[in-house]
């Protein structure tokens, strides 16, 4: 059956403003950041819902997650692995800020779903639609989930791959829940077994780039002026200041 028309256009319309959206955030400054991000969560939830998909399509079912957990077994042997060969190399580090681990972990875990959904259920659904081919679809969603972790070298490469893996996997099994579980896994083991100086505490686009920069402010701050002469600091005496 062909795809109509005004299908092919509303899914290519859909998908330039999601994207587009996207990119924005990623480049754009806090505060408004905050404001875009919600902007886009709000147009890739509402074109999503408009779609009126039955569960299974968009992996929400619960019949994928017994057949893909091999996947999730495989995952949680890689970043075992990962963790240990960063101890053998002194790089494994607690996470970044002052959120107790805890309540990090999950919500790094809550914040890989969403990214999956945004991977399987926004992009790649409707590029089925619009490319020749599945494989087409996998490779171009894969690619557009790595340009939205530009300009952080690790994170490109890694969502490359991971792009081309979920997505083919999403496609056997339909299954979202096992697909941002494993992504959790895998983010967090980067995030703890690679140094900081690499990764940059995860971030991408602007925030990527301002790293350095915030790192070196936060140096400057933690010396003592250097325009103050030694002891300048020494104050004399109340009765000698009065004279």
Same mark, same amino acid.
């Given at each position: 059956?062909?795809?109509?028309?005004?299908?092919?256009?509303?899914?290519?319309?859909?998908?330039?403003?999601?994207?587009?959206?996207?990119?924005?955030?990623?480049?754009?400054?806090?505060?408004?950041?905050?404001?875009?991000?919600?902007?886009?969560?709000?147009?890739?939830?509402?074109?999503?819902?408009?779609?009126?998909?039955?569960?299974?399509?968009?992996?929400?079912?619960?019949?994928?997650?017994?057949?893909?957990?091999?996947?999730?077994?495989?995952?949680?042997?890689?970043?075992?692995?990962?963790?240990?060969?960063?101890?053998?190399?002194?790089?494994?580090?607690?996470?970044?800020?002052?959120?107790?681990?805890?309540?990090?972990?999950?919500?790094?875990?809550?914040?890989?779903?969403?990214?999956?959904?945004?991977?399987?259920?926004?992009?790649?659904?409707?590029?089925?639609?619009?490319?020749?081919?599945?494989?087409?679809?996998?490779?171009?969603?894969?690619?557009?989930?790595?340009?939205?972790?530009?300009? #952080?070298?690790?994170?490109?490469?890694?969502?490359?791959?991971?792009?081309?893996?979920?997505?083919?996997?999403?496609?056997?099994?339909?299954?979202?829940?096992?697909?941002?579980?494993?992504?959790?896994?895998?983010?967090?083991?980067?995030?703890?077994?690679?140094? #900081?100086?690499?990764?940059?505490?995860?971030?991408?686009?602007?925030?990527?780039?301002?790293? #350095?920069?915030?790192?070196? #402010?936060?140096?400057?701050?933690?010396?003592?002026?250097?325009?103050?002469?030694?002891?300048?600091?020494?104050?004399?005496?109340?009765?000698?200041?009065?004279?």
């Amino acid at each position: 059956m062909r795809t109509s028309t005004g299908l092919i256009n509303r899914d290519l319309l859909e998908l330039s403003v999601g994207f587009g959206l996207i990119m924005i955030a990623v480049w754009t400054p806090l505060p408004a950041q905050r404001v875009v991000f919600w902007v886009t969560f709000s147009w890739i939830i509402s074109a999503t819902m408009l779609r009126r998909e039955d569960p299974k399509t968009l992996g929400l079912g619960l019949r994928g997650i017994h057949r893909s957990l091999w996947v999730v077994g495989i995952a949680i042997l890689f970043a075992a692995t990962q963790l240990v060969i960063s101890m053998q190399f002194t790089t494994l580090h607690p996470m970044y800020g002052p959120v107790p681990v805890g309540r990090h972990m999950w919500g790094y875990v809550i914040w890989a779903f969403l990214q999956q959904f945004v991977l399987q259920d926004f992009f790649l659904l409707r590029l089925l639609r619009l490319m020749p081919s599945p494989r087409s679809a996998v490779i171009t969603a894969a690619a557009l989930f790595a340009i939205a972790h530009l300009p #952080n070298p690790l994170l490109t490469v890694a969502t490359l791959v991971w792009g081309l893996i979920a997505c083919t996997v999403f496609l056997k099994y339909r299954s979202l829940y096992s697909l941002g579980l494993i992504h959790g896994i895998l983010g967090l083991c980067i995030a703890v077994s690679i140094p #900081n100086a690499i990764h940059h505490h995860m971030r991408v686009g602007l925030g990527y780039l301002l790293y #350095n920069v915030e790192q070196a #402010n936060r140096a400057d701050a933690s010396k003592p002026p250097s325009n103050e002469l030694p002891g300048a600091a020494i104050r004399p005496p109340a009765t000698l200041r009065q004279q």
